[in-house]
């Protein structure tokens, strides 16, 4: 690990003023040379790695009191971006009303790494491509702009067969940001030009030509909540992960479901993938597909094939187009034996 | 309640004495090798090549070596003749690969360790590390079979010692069997993983090196070291009491020892040095990638007419590593016509080694999974097919078995699994949306030694001391060798004082392939045998006739002290002063002149295979295992039952991914490489058979450390078979080809 200065955050409009003095510094691997410092189960293990070399570290855990807590009200959900991982998983009104979203939770990673870490964190952990986190292997886009792909011809049992880019396929590992892609949550953000409110489908950018940059976020910006709104299909709702084995394991691939039901007609639907595609990523035209319609093994297969149209895969992961549409089916007809 | 880990002996079983060590592992009081604070110690930090084949061409230590902290960076270029060459283990020397630590230029494989920086803290040593820029010139590698550049060769072209097994007239037996099959399976390269790292601490005193190193091999890595340093043996001592899990891993001298032992020397100062999680895939050795083509032939009713089959293993340029399973799968079922062939594939990659069964993992996955497409086309139940075919002679060179319980194992198995509610048919059976398949397969193991030795004290207190450099991999060994001399010498277990893993104690061979207990345990009773004729017991059971203590009293001696020198059976003459070399060959299972020794067993498994997306999961497996005196039920439930677990893992998850460009280990870490987690493991039941073999040792014991992982994978396959009708034949058996053709 590059040493690197760390400094803990005093109030949510200071922790930003870290990142001033750097602004002009070029963006390493592109990101800031400064990064915020929140479980750490991404960023040291990245520092560890010396994948990422932030020069400083700003811890936002002192910011907890602000950021840490969950409110539940008629019109929604709001989570605090410090609060931990198992604290939201295990929150009894998010169980019951925002199953999806305590799924996602509870069945990411491991109870030690789900009470370090935080949902802020959740959204921005990196891929695991294993060319990316080895920084031996010279060609890596994200790592190293221009280096190549070694996934390309590599291993790719992992990576992503829908919005990959010639650049990378890296896929997108994170649970969470799938329920909250589902959900259409929004995110508060403070940073050095003030506060924004933004959907969380604009957070992450697909590789494109830009593999290194991941997010919409500026240098210097926090996340500080979560909004989830209230919504008929809600608490019809639930996360299916599919992996090798049964725990602690990223998702081979995975689906965000939430339904609601008029009778046997679908009102309204949201399908979000995870597992198989480079950003969080939902299946609109799926969705589409399924509303006004009943649910069924017929419908339902026919919306999983609309899911996974245009997906590209390479040597290793041709199985998550069939793996992916089964996950797609079987979500979506567990969803309908729920109550709404 | 009843203590499923301790379970109650049956016939020729001992009492499950908790571990010896248990108090000190769980306090936290057992000092491992890196747990050692040597005063004033240096890190090492290992710089791993991220080629595969080619040389280096420069390094540019510059930045490195500018870091505050830094001390030293050794290198081809620097290290000068410091290290001498040491015999690759086939050809009976201690090391694990025949590459000289930093001995040149060349580029031999992936993740070989190209330099050494040297510094006053752990956290400098790995950031020097990352600043080291290394110019390479790169040549194409070739990373495993097929690949291009792959050069096959038969091993016993290069292998003297080997012998293709064969018998009758496979090719026209074959011909003319009614039923055949003739199948082609494939086995992944794995690695151990222990959760103890391959940490090494050296020092020097004056010329005395101490070596903290996690060791299968004290002696070995004790001489093996001196010759690399051109010192006397008499110079190192290697201490290793505790090993976090070594599976094989831990057993040869690997390349960082002496590196480390030459920093010290150097610096003048102790040198620490833990490899990280990914660089232990390189540093140690691993199992390679195999692939097989097996065809069987039978009778209408099931009787095995023919059976041929061929290995191919992936090895590295320099060495013909290869674990040659046909000398085992060959011998299990009685057969007329057999033929075989081991073919070993020259990759640029690390030299393989021994880890759990290392032969039969693979060979049985293979035979096992055959034997079941067999009596699916037989329309056979997969057990009596195996009853059919039950020996009490292998059929190579008819010898007899010691001893055989087998088809008692599948019995008591296979009662307890409730096998006889299984509808045969494929896919026939389910709850709700998983598909319910039962799957059964043998396991099997050679039962081998080594010489050993031990000297055992008496005291007039009551107590009593046992010494021997034997190593506790989580085997029970300290334990087990405490109960032999507590039970010989008429004292209480808790009043034996055990003292293991450390070259000032006489030597023990290798802890590897399931030796040691019956090893150790017979010195243990031989030197306890020679304290009770010197003290005028003339008994020759387990437990003395007179009351040694009171006699040692009476006679007002202060100790009585024996050091035994114990030979197996078929052992070659020199066999003890190969011990003292560190040297001592395990003799035994297929490779005796006289008789064949094997320990057997039957595992059974239940698979749940989800009707649409196709996760397999494994809630119940059920294992019976004759094996000879079993010392302590405790232990050996232990043992069993942590290979079956791996089996499950070997069968559904693990996996070393190999870049096919770069020849390179790509999944280098323990969030990639999937082992089984407390999820995937639901029940597990050890079923202990007894069975009596006056012949193997006078104590009766076969090994039971490696037995637990053979079969299981074939049983697995099986299953999968039995739920979905599918075979899957490559392990690991995963998602992407069942979903696929569903
Ligand atoms: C072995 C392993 C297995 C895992 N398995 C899973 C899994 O199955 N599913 C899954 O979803 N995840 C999994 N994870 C990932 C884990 O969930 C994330 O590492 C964790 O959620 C990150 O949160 P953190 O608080 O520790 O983030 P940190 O490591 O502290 O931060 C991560 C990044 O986000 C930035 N950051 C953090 N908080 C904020 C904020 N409020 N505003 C702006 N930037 C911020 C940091 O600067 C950093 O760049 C696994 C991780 C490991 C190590
Ligand atoms: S897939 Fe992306 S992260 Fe992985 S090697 Fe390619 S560019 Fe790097």
Redesign the interface.
């Known amino acids: 690990m590059r040493p690197f200065l760390y400094d803990r955050a005093a109030s949510t409009e200071s922790a930003p003023r870290a990142f001033d003095g750097l602004k002009e510094a070029s963006l390493i691997q592109g990101r800031a040379p400064a990064e915020y410092l929140a479980g750490g189960t991404t960023l040291l293990d990245l520092m560890k790695l010396d994948v990422m070399q932030p020069a400083r570290v700003v811890d936002i855990t002192p910011l907890e009191p602000q950021h840490g807590s969950i409110a539940i009200s008629d019109a929604g959900l709001r989570l605090g971006a410090l609060v931990k991982m198992s604290t939201a998983a295990d929150h009894p009104a998010v169980i019951k009303t925002y199953p999806v979203l305590a799924q996602s939770l509870t069945l990411a990673a491991s109870a030690q790494l789900r009470n370090m870490a935080t949902l802020g964190g959740n959204l921005l952990q990196r891929t695991r491509c294993n060319y990316f986190r080895d920084t031996s292997w010279s060609a890596c886009n994200k790592r190293n702009p221009g280096s190549g792909c070694a996934a390309l011809d590599g291993l790719n049992r992992q990576h992503a067969i829908l919005g990959a880019s010639q650049d990378c396929i890296a896929t997108y590992p994170g649970d969470f940001a799938q329920a909250l892609m589902a959900l259409d949550a929004t995110l508060d953000i403070a940073g050095p030009s003030g506060s924004r409110t933004i959907p969380i489908a604009t957070l992450h950018k697909p590789p494109g030509s830009t593999p290194h940059i991941e997010t919409t976020l500026a240098p210097g910006e926090l996340i500080t909540a979560l909004s989830i709104p209230a919504g008929p299909w809600t608490r019809r709702s639930l996360y299916l992960k599919i992996r090798d084995r049964q725990s602690y394991e990223f998702a081979l691939a995975s689906a965000a479901i939430a339904l609601h039901l008029d009778g046997d007609t679908v009102k309204d639907v949201r399908i979000a993938l995870g597992g198989v595609a480079s950003v969080p990523w939902r299946a609109r035209d799926a969705e589409a597909s399924l509303i006004g319609k009943p649910l069924n093994e017929a419908t339902a297969t026919a919306a999983a094939r609309m899911a996974f149209v245009g997906s590209a895969p390479r040597t290793h992961n041709a199985y998550k187009v069939t793996l992916g549409q089964k996950t797609v089916v079987r979500a979506l007809l567990q969803a309908a034996t729920l109550e709404g | 309640m009843v203590d499923a880990a301790a379970p109650a002996p049956k016939a020729n079983m001992g009492d499950p004495v908790p571990r010896y060590d248990a108090r000190a592992k769980v306090t936290g009081s057992a000092l491992y090798a890196s747990d050692v604070a040597l005063p004033d110690v240096a890190y090492a930090f290992l710089l791993?090549s991220?080629i595969a084949k080619g040389r280096i061409k420069s390094f540019d230590l510059r930045e490195a070596r500018a870091l505050p902290g830094v001390l030293d960076i050794l290198t081809h270029e620097n290290i000068g003749e410091a290290i001498r060459k040491v015999k690759f283990f086939t050809e009976g020397g201690p090391a694990s690969n025949s590459i000289l630590p930093l001995g040149s230029a060349e580029i031999a494989y992936g993740g070989q360790t190209i330099a050494v920086v040297l510094a006053n803290t752990y956290?400098v040593a790995?950031?020097a590390a990352?600043r080291v820029k290394v110019d390479y010139e790169v040549d194409r590698p070739t990373a495993t079979f097929e690949s291009p550049g792959a050069v096959d060769q038969e091993l016993a072209t290069q292998n003297k010692k080997h012998d293709d097994p064969k018998v009758g007239d496979f090719a026209a037996a074959y011909a003319t069997a009614p039923v055949k099959i003739d199948v082609a399976y494939s086995t992944p390269a794995q690695h151990h993983n222990p959760i103890e790292l391959f940490a090494t601490q050296c020092g020097w005193n004056g010329s005395q090196l101490t070596v903290h190193e996690p060791s299968q091999n004290v002696y070995g890595l004790k001489n093996g070291l001196a010759t690399q340093l051109g010192i006397e043996p008499s110079q190192v001592r290697v201490v290793s009491p505790f090993i976090g899990g070594a599976f094989g891993s831990k057993g040869a001298l690997t390349q960082r020892t002496a590196l480390v032992a030459i920093a010290a020397r150097k610096l003048g100062r102790p040198v620490k040095l833990v490899p990280t999680r990914?660089q232990g895939f390189t540093v140690a050795t691993y199992r390679a990638e195999t692939k097989h083509r097996i065809k069987l032939g039978a009778t209408r009713d099931g009787k095995l007419q023919a059976l041929s089959h061929d290995g191919f293993e992936v090895t590295s340029r320099p060495d013909p590593y290869a674990v040659a399973g046909t000398d085992a799968s060959t011998r299990m079922y009685a057969c007329p016509n057999i033929t075989s062939n081991v073919t070993i594939v020259r990759a640029d990659r690390s030299t393989p080694g021994f880890m759990r069964a290392p032969a039969e993992t693979p060979y049985f996955f293979a035979l096992e999974s055959a034997m079941d497409e067999l009596a699916v086309a037989l329309a056979m139940d997969p057990v009596e097919l195996r009853r059919l075919n039950d020996t009490m002679k292998e059929p190579i060179k008819s010898l007899p078995y010691t001893s055989r319980t087998l088809m008692p194992c599948f019995d008591q198995a296979s009662e307890a699994f409730g096998w006889s509610k299984r509808n045969p048919q494929p896919g026939s059976m389910r709850d709700g949306?998983w598909l319910i398949g039962w799957g059964c397969a043998t396991s099997a193991y050679p039962t081998q030694m080594a010489p050993a030795t031990a000297r055992v004290s008496l005291f007039p207190d009551g107590t009593a001391r046992v010494e021997a450099a034997s190593h506790e991999i989580g085997n029970g060994i300290y334990t087990v060798a405490g109960q032999t001399a507590a039970e010989r010498l008429g004292v209480p277990v808790g009043k034996v004082q055990v003292l293991m893993g450390d070259t000032d104690l006489p030597p023990a061979p290798v802890s590897g392939g399931s030796i040691s207990t019956a090893s150790v345990c017979s010195a243990v009773a031989q030197a306890c045998d020679a304290i009770r004729a010197k003290l005028g017991d003339n008994g020759t059971g387990a437990v003395p006739t007179v009351d040694l203590v009171a006699t040692l009293k009476e006679r007002g001696l202060g100790s009585v002290q024996e050091y035994a020198e114990w030979m197996p059976h078929g052992a070659a003459k020199g066999g003890m002063q190969m011990l003292y070399k560190g040297a001592a060959q395990p003799i035994g299972g297929a490779k005796l002149p006289d008789r064949i020794q094997f320990a057997f067993g039957a595992q059974f498994v239940e698979v749940r295979v989800?009707a649409?997306?196709?996760?397999i999961?494994v809630p119940r497996i059920v294992g019976a295992f004759a094996s000879g005196r079993i010392m302590n039920t405790r232990t050996a439930h232990s043992q069993y039952m942590g290979g079956m677990i791996w089996g499950i893992g070997s069968a559904?998850?693990e996996k070393t991914?190999?870049?096919?460009?770069?020849a390179r280990y790509?999944?280098?870490?323990l969030?990639?490489y999937?082992v089984?987690?407390?999820?995937?493991v639901v029940d597990v039941q050890v079923i202990m058979v007894p069975e009596e073999d006056t012949l193997v040792n006078p104590l009766g014991i076969k090994g039971i450390g490696e037995i637990g992982i053979v079969g299981t994978s074939a049983a697995i396959a099986n299953a999968i078979y039995h739920a979905t009708g599918q075979r899957l034949r490559d392990l690991?058996l995963?998602?992407?080809?069942l979903?696929?053709a569903?």
């Open positions: 791993s991220a956290e790995r950031d990352h990914e949306d989800h649409r997306t196709r996760e999961r559904l998850h991914e190999i870049d096919a460009n770069a790509v999944n280098t870490n969030a990639d999937l089984p987690v407390n999820a995937d690991p995963r998602i992407d080809s979903v696929e569903a």
